[in-house]
């Protein structure tokens, strides 16, 4: 008896949020489990949405169709995950033709899982799949050659075997096997990171409901920083807590405190935190894939004025930066209103790169558009309405060893920026302040 096809996706405009959605109203945080009494995440409307996005953009490319073996980009297209684990292993891939529906190749028990759990995508198009795992396999290429192979036969059964290729991530072998196969391979991430850039309502609901399981996290953090406490300390009660609020990935906690906040080092260590510490704090994890990106700075017990000078600064460019984060700006005019290198202490844009800038936020930590001084003035993007930004300032004290970091996230709605990083970053916060004789604050 022939296999049940899955449905064919509802036509939805890719474009739009949600038609239905009322921007009048907030976009919810709600709970993590479904109920009848609210709609809450609409998975499969999420699923055609993503998919009208992806064949939008591969319509307008030139490419036959997109090989994929980014995991943010496999996610994308048919909402399938098999692990944290896989995300540097290259051996997972889909494809996605203009004239087709989404492929996934898999470790074979994991592609039984979807025939079993995943009626979104066809019985036959979840299939068992090995290649390299970054060489572990061995120098024998004939993995690869199967299925470079197997793929040119369905890019010919849906008539795209003479166009080219998207492809987004690949180990090299792969690349040769499919021009040994006649496939002209060109690059696909860019085609699938415009398609990510506009979110619908149940991709900004799944970035709420992440950002708020960080508000509670930063609460634990300003309880829990006191001297004698380790970077480390930080670090293992963040990502604790993340897990029992059912984060899918912890994928990295920054923790700098003290000398080692200028020049920021982007990690952790086991280092003492003492009184009068500056210490700031990023935290990256997703729920449901959707990540965030999300910076903030405590001084323990006390701040001296340097440090509450910096900070300042850091809001300032902060709020600067927010403000012009409306729909129709370009892109380059916001980088034109970021501080200079010169500003944070480095002598060229390239230096300070990623120290104050704005990036698109979705499945992957680092999307379209990215905005900053070093890229966004020769190729600038209009801002629409359903992008999400991480907004990062950063700004070292004149003490020579502290800095301020803030970081903030962005929903782009029709009537301006909305900041959905709710923990209190307007001022400096004084973790455990200290309080003299006569109960004022240090």
Request: proline letters at 5%; charged letters at 25%.
């Amino acid at each position: 008896m022939a296999q049940k096809k899955a449905k064919q996706p509802k036509i939805i405009k890719p474009d739009d949020v949600d038609p239905h959605f009322n921007w009048n109203r907030p976009i919810g945080a709600p709970g993590h489990t479904q109920v009848d009494f609210e709609e809450r995440i609409n998975f499969r409307r999420l699923h055609d949405y993503r998919l009208a996005r992806t064949r939008a953009a591969l319509a307008n490319s030139g490419l036959g169709a997109l090989l994929s073996f980014d995991q943010h980009n496999i996610r994308y297209t048919t909402s399938t995950v098999i692990g944290e684990w896989a995300r540097d292993k290259l051996t997972r891939y889909s494809l996605l033709s203009g004239n087709g529906d989404p492929y996934i190749w898999d470790f074979g028990s994991a592609a039984r899982h979807h025939k079993l759990h995943a009626p979104w995508l066809h019985h036959d198009h979840c299939r068992a799949g090995m290649l390299g795992l970054r060489g572990a396999t061995g120098a024998d290429i004939s993995l690869f050659r199967n299925a470079a192979r197997e793929i040119k036969s369905i890019l010919d059964a849906e008539g795209v075997g003479d166009m080219p290729l998207g492809v987004d991530m690949v180990e090299l072998p792969m690349i040769f096997e499919l021009q040994r196969a006649g496939i002209e391979v060109r690059d696909g991430q860019q085609t699938m990171l415009a398609a990510r850039e506009v979110k619908n309502i149940d991709e900004l609901t799944l970035l709420n409901m992440a950002s708020a399981m960080v508000d509670g996290v930063y609460q634990d953090i300003a309880e829990a920083l006191k001297p004698g406490v380790r970077e480390s300390d930080i670090v293992a009660l963040a990502t604790k807590r993340l897990y029992e609020m059912g984060s899918d990935c912890v994928e990295a906690i920054n923790a700098i405190a003290g000398e080692r906040c200028s020049p920021h080092p982007h990690n952790f260590t086991d280092r003492l935190i003492r009184p009068g510490d500056q210490a700031f704090f990023d935290i990256i994890q997703s729920f449901m894939g959707y990540r965030t990106c999300y910076y903030r700075t405590f001084n323990v017990g006390r701040a001296t004025p340097s440090q509450r000078t910096a900070y300042k600064k850091a809001r300032e460019w902060m709020d600067v930066a927010i403000d012009l984060l409306r729909p129709g700006v370009g892109s380059d005019r916001i980088a034109a209103a970021l501080p200079k290198a010169e500003q944070a202490g480095f002598s060229s844009e390239m230096d300070a790169f990623g120290l104050n800038f704005c990036h698109g936020l979705g499945l992957g930590l680092h999307e379209r558009p990215l905005i900053s001084r070093l890229t966004s003035f020769k190729e600038p993007i209009e801002l629409k309405v359903g992008m999400v930004f991480a907004v990062e300032t950063y700004c070292p004290a004149s003490d020579g060893v502290s800095a301020a970091r803030i970081e903030e996230e962005v929903i782009l709605t029709p009537k301006g920026p909305q900041i959905i990083s709710l923990y209190p970053a307007e001022e400096l916060p004084i973790a455990n302040p200290y309080r003299g004789s006569f109960g004022k604050s240090l």
